[in-house]
């Protein structure tokens, strides 16, 4: 499956796909120190995000959201990539700070399609260009 | 995208290292946004100083570190700790208390007015209508487009510093007239006007709103002209923690909703609601999963406590006394605070067994977060949140019933709409 995204915040990765069926907060309902949900109302609660390319429809809440992104990809616990259902400032600004700090790259990509019908065991493969594979 | 020469010398490092980050990242946002260009701003209230990790404190001192200051007056949102005098539960989690400790003490190198409150429309010398502002705190956000007619989007951390470096903010979304138009209408003629005029039916009408609307635009019809500030505070808060409101427009009552066509442009909203009182019943019963029973804590002060709340509160519990077992906070900003000794309603409020927070939050500090069991809360925002973050069981109700509570130590409920 070939798609073409827009480039929020560019960069390489490949890994599993985890497709997340609600927006997730990733201030409050998320641990940067373990990389799982924790938020009791969503759905794929328990879920680990570290090391995955995360697709989900867009974050969730808090103006913490950038801090809590730059958090986990700092201590090693964040995506390997961000696939989003929509754009999402907050979301792209926590993966341009950890990489100005930290040097760690995460692209950011919004993908005009529905989410749901992404395979959901597959390996995803994003380019530099927004280009993504998943096989 | 077009840029300034200015903010073209910014993005191009020709103003120093810490200007061209905060310029890729107001421009990184702009192209997100699908901004034509970028505007100036005047104020900003800060919510990166709120530690969550290390990646705050990094942040902050890659600016410090280069010297950076900020460029329009930058006030400060609550932190995790109170910084005035030991918190009352020391112990916990030293090395985080430290760290946010130093985050405050790096933000105020770099210029901004130390506040630490969510509630920075209460004190003087801030923005007015029409002015572009850069927020975060989410029932700021709300309240200062929607009771103060000054513009701002909901920024995020980091943005929200790197917006205040530059005196820079994309232009969209609520910055621009179009982006400010009522979508969804509010009505509330079939709800009696005594009912109207309480505090708590503001809170229930902020959270509905919020359920209803997401992040939609409303236009309240029927609010009384009066409404005071605590209340309208109420819908506020209460609107974007359930849903996602920025902006709200009370016609009649905010100054962008003189009429109906000045709430909207000319153009009324498809959808309209009409609020029942089953709704508010059902709105009630929803944000008081607890119940009857002994109440272990009594929070008020979410947003900070005003000092007309104070006012308020001093009159209902002087000469009376906390129940042994209850623990009453109230949480405000250090300003209100000292406004509030200056009156003597401190006195009287600890006098009775309350216990004053400043610079936080009574659902972040540590002394909170040893709670447990039932607690009562006037806010329809706490009652929202503070479950998901605390392990309790909340009641929603009055100010008046959050006192009788405190005193005889359970939920106490009026007959009444006080």
Not at chain 1, 82 to 104: E, F
Not at chain 1, 109 to 121: A, F, H, K, Y
Not at chain 2, 115 to 121: G, L
Not at chain 2, 325 to 345: I, N
Request: glycine share 12%; charged share 20%; with cysteine.
């Amino acid at each position: 499956m070939e798609l073409t995204g827009i480039v929020l915040h560019p960069g390489m990765a490949r890994a599993p796909l985890l497709v997340l069926d609600e927006p997730l907060s990733f201030w409050g309902g998320f641990d940067p120190g373990t990389g799982r949900i924790i938020d009791r109302h969503h759905p794929q609660r328990g879920s680990e995000i570290a090391g995955q390319v995360l697709a989900m429809p867009g974050s969730r809440g808090s103006a913490g959201t950038p801090a809590g992104v730059a958090e986990a990809i700092r201590r090693g616990c964040g995506p390997a990539a961000i696939l989003l259902g929509a754009r999402d400032v907050n979301v792209a600004i926590g993966a341009m700070v950890a990489a100005r700090l930290y040097g760690l790259i995460v692209p950011v990509v919004t993908v005009e399609t529905c989410l749901e019908s992404l395979p959901p065991d597959g390996i995803a493969e994003i380019a530099e260009d927004g280009r993504i594979t998943i096989t | 995208m077009e840029l300034s020469p200015a903010d073209r010398e910014m993005l191009a490092g020709e103003r120093g290292e810490a200007l061209q980050f905060a310029m890729e990242l107001v421009v990184g946002a702009a192209r997100i946004l699908g901004a034509p260009r970028l505007i100036d701003a005047g104020f900003a209230h800060i919510d990166a100083c709120h530690y969550f990790g290390r990646a705050h404190l990094d942040f902050a001192r890659f600016f410090t570190e280069r010297g950076a200051r900020f460029a329009i007056p930058a006030w400060t949102n609550t932190v995790p700790v109170t910084l005035i005098g030991p918190d009352p539960r020391e112990g916990e989690d030293p090395e985080g208390q430290a760290e946010a400790r130093e985050l405050t003490g790096l933000y105020a190198a770099l210029g901004a007015r130390p506040v630490w409150t969510c509630a920075p429309y209460q004190l003087p010398g801030g923005p007015g209508l029409g002015d572009q502002i850069i927020v975060g705190e989410s029932n700021a956000v709300a309240y200062y487009n929607s009771v103060i007619g000054a513009r701002t989007n909901k920024y995020g951390d980091f943005l929200d510093v790197a917006c205040a470096m530059t005196a820079r903010v994309p232009e969209a979304g609520l910055h621009c007239d179009e982006g400010r138009r009522a979508q969804i209408r509010f009505d509330l003629s079939e709800i009696p006007e005594e009912m109207r005029r309480t505090e708590l039916f503001c809170h229930l009408l902020g959270y509905l709103m919020g359920r209803i609307a997401g992040t939609r635009i409303p236009a309240i019809t029927g609010l009384p002209g009066d409404t005071p500030a605590d209340s309208l505070k109420a819908i506020a808060a209460a609107g974007a923690a359930s849903g996602g409101i920025a902006l709200f427009h009370a016609v009649g009552v905010t100054p962008e909703a003189p009429d109906m066509a000045s709430a909207t442009g000319g153009v009324d909203p498809a959808e309209i609601v009409t609020m029942t009182r089953e709704m508010l019943d059902q709105a009630r019963a929803a944000l008081s999963p607890a119940g009857e029973g002994p109440v272990s804590m009594v929070a008020l002060g979410t947003p900070h406590f005003s000092l007309t709340e104070l006012e308020r509160l001093a009159g209902l519990i002087a000469g009376r006394r906390v129940a042994d077992g209850v623990t009453l906070y109230v949480s405000t900003s250090r300003f209100v605070a000292e406004l509030a000794r200056q009156k003597g309603w401190l006195d009287q409020i600890e006098a009775a067994g309350g216990t004053i927070l400043v610079d936080t939050c009574t659902y972040f500090a540590p002394p909170v977060r040893a709670a447990k069991g039932r607690v009562m809360t006037n806010s329809a925002k706490w009652a929202y949140y503070a479950p998901g973050m605390l392990p309790i069981e909340v009641a929603f109700g009055s100010l008046e019933e959050c006192v009788e509570s405190a005193v005889r130590g359970s939920v106490a409920r009026s007959t009444s709409w006080n």
